[in-house]
């Protein structure tokens, strides 16, 4: 086998869903959110309704053969631009030649770790509804963890949607300001607050201001993957 690959430097790949809303900077699909050179590959029939809604049923080859394609590439590691890929975190782990991160979900266990006794992460997610105990299971994740979801039919749920109605900046931040002290309100033992959907990332400074809580999504645990991955020489 060689070690010879068509692209030296690149530390991170991500599996992209097939979308056609703008990412701002934060999102996990700009560019300009990473430190450190990123290659996309979209994968093709992934929309939001059949990852989300539909659980990616009959995805897993694809993604599969676009991790193989990015490895093949060069990329030192791999990710995902939604964090309901959590179902296929055993599998591509299993198939693929490089480390794999699908979701930001991965992140839970570890923050809980962290908490004083009694205190616990809570997940704010896409969909509430669609994030079920098998989700949480594939990563670890306790089934009874508390989850708050954006709400059906809202500026966040439209925008991000597979036909989407693109809203602004501030409405979104306003919506999802508002699920996260939803979370807490409704939740007093939450602590912390990880955020599955990868799109949110925009909004994790505005989050933490609100409600007083570290704030944990995909470009925390990108970072850190990375860092694992290709570490800093130091003089």
Not at 44 to 72: H, N, S
Not at 100 to 122: D, F, I, W
């Amino acid at each position: 086998m060689s070690f010879i690959k068509p692209v030296s430097g690149l530390s991170l790949g991500v599996l992209m869903l097939e979308t056609r809303f703008p990412r701002m900077p934060g999102d996990i699909g700009n560019g300009e959110t990473w430190p450190f050179p990123v290659q996309f590959k979209v994968v093709r029939g992934a929309t939001p309704t059949r990852v989300v809604q539909q659980a990616a049923e009959g995805l897993l080859d694809p993604f599969i053969e676009a991790g193989r394609e990015l490895a093949d590439l060069g990329v030192a590691g791999i990710t995902t631009s939604c964090g309901f890929l959590a179902l296929f975190q055993k599998e591509l782990a299993e198939a693929l030649p490089v480390p794999v991160m699908t979701s930001s979900l991965l992140q839970v266990p570890m923050v809980e770790a962290m908490l004083p006794k009694g205190k616990r992460a809570g997940v704010l997610t896409y969909s509430a509804e669609s994030l079920t105990a098998r989700h949480l299971a594939a990563v670890g994740v306790a089934a009874d963890t508390p989850v708050q979801g954006m709400p059906k039919g809202g500026a966040f749920f439209g925008h991000y949607n597979s036909e989407p109605r693109i809203s602004t900046k501030e409405l979104l931040e306003q919506e999802v300001v508002a699920a996260a002290r939803e979370l807490v309100a409704r939740h007093p033992e939450v602590a912390a607050i990880v955020c599955e959907c990868t799109n949110l990332p925009p909004h994790s400074r505005a989050i933490a201001e609100a409600v007083g809580l570290p704030v944990y999504d995909v470009i925390t645990m990108g970072r850190w993957f990375v860092q694992g991955l290709r570490p800093q020489a130091w003089g």
